[in-house]
């Protein structure tokens, strides 16, 4: 019994410690049943509060279109299908304040997978992982791209109005 005590404390501790958010939901409900300490850090969500409010990861995304991904995510794990991990905008709530205070955004990759057993779903589980460097690193790279095509596009005008103006002058 004590070492299974040391073992459980080994798992929570590598659980808590995760680079990741991982959470359990209910298969019938969708309800939050375990969330490790990670959320309180990128999300801001308490695990005690999580508790509380057992929705608090779908109304961590910030948008409509998010919620949705979410709750298809979601359902895709309820029927044990496949479903591929979605980006979402996720706003961090403002534990320093009051657990309730909306706070910044980021960006999360977040994928749900159903637990089975027997052909039967079990449990469903997700993790979320910050990916907000790079998707800000996307978005610089994109905006390199167009102003490299801008600078090609007006120095190819240019060429084209100084080929004429030379002639016009010799």
């Known amino acids: 019994l004590a070492r299974l005590r040391v073992l459980e404390q080994q798992h929570r501790t590598l659980l808590d410690n995760a680079p990741l958010v991982i959470f359990r939901l209910d298969p019938e409900s969708g309800e939050l049943l375990y969330i490790n300490r990670r959320a309180e850090q990128l999300l801001g969500i308490a695990q005690s509060f999580a508790c509380q409010h057992p929705d608090c990861l779908r109304a961590a995304h910030a948008d409509e279109a998010d919620r949705r991904s979410f709750d298809e995510a979601l359902n895709a794990a309820r029927r044990a299908a496949p479903h591929s991990a979605y980006e979402a905008r996720l706003t961090r709530r403002d534990v320093h304040e009051r657990q309730g205070a909306l706070g910044s955004d980021l960006t999360a990759s977040v994928q749900i997978y159903a ?56």
């Open 115 to 170: 637990l089975t057993e027997r052909e039967r779903v079990v449990g469903i589980e997700g993790i979320l992982a910050d990916v907000s460097a790079e998707h800000t690193a996307r978005l610089q790279l994109v905006q390199t791209d167009r102003l490299t095509t801008l600078g090609r596009l007006a120095a190819s005008v240019a060429h084209e109005i100084n080929n004429p103006a030379a002639f016009l002058m010799l």
